[in-house]
C-alpha cells in the first residue's frame, strides 16, 4: 500500500482559501487514483474531489464544484486540493485516498490507503 501524509489545514475566516497537500510514499504514484474526502463531527467521510492517475479527469462533490480545485504533481508524489471561497460548513477533517483498483471514485470503501487527516476549520 502507499503511505499518504496530508498536510496545510488551519483556521481561516470565510472567504479565505487553503490549499491541503498530500505527499504518498511507498508505491508508484501514477498507478493510483487519488481523492479528497471531508468528515465533519457527527457525520460520514464525505467525497470531495478526485483525480484520474495522469490528472485528465477531476471530478467534484455539487457542493465545492468552482471552488475547489484538485491538481496532482506526479513527480513529487503530491495531490493538492485548492480550496478557495470557503464557507464555514467546509469545516472538518480532510483525508486524502488513494485508489489502486476500477473503483467508484466517489465511494470512500473503494480506497486503499488514507491518510491522517488534516483539520480544516472555517470560521463565519
Known amino acids: 500500500q502507499v503511505q499518504l501524509v496530508e498536510s496545510g489545514g488551519g483556521l481561516v475566516q470565510a472567504g479565505g482559501s487553503l490549499r491541503l497537500s498530500c505527499v504518498a510514499s511507498?508505491?508508484?504514484?501514477?498507478?493510483?487514483?487519488m481523492g479528497w474526502f471531508r468528515q465533519a463531527p457527527g457525520k460520514e467521510r464525505d467525497f470531495v474531489a478526485g483525480?484520474?492517475?495522469?490528472?485528465?479527469?477531476?471530478y467534484y462533490a455539487d457542493s465545492v464544484k468552482g471552488r475547489f480545485t484538485i491538481s496532482r504533481d506526479n513527480a513529487k508524489n503530491t495531490v493538492y486540493l485548492q480550496m478557495n471561497s470557503l464557507k464555514p460548513e467546509d469545516t472538518g477533517v480532510y483525508y486524502c485516498?488513494?485508489?489502486?483498483?476500477?473503483?467508484?471514485?466517489?465511494?470512500?470503501?473503494?480506497?486503499?490507503?488514507w491518510g491522517q487527516g488534516t483539520q480544516v476549520t472555517v470560521s463565519s
Open positions: 485516498a488513494a485508489l489502486r483498483s476500477w473503483g467508484y471514485m466517489y465511494n470512500a470503501r473503494e480506497y486503499d490507503s
Open positions: 511507498g508505491r508508484t504514484f501514477s498507478n493510483y487514483r
Open positions: 483525480i484520474t492517475w495522469g490528472g485528465d479527469n477531476t
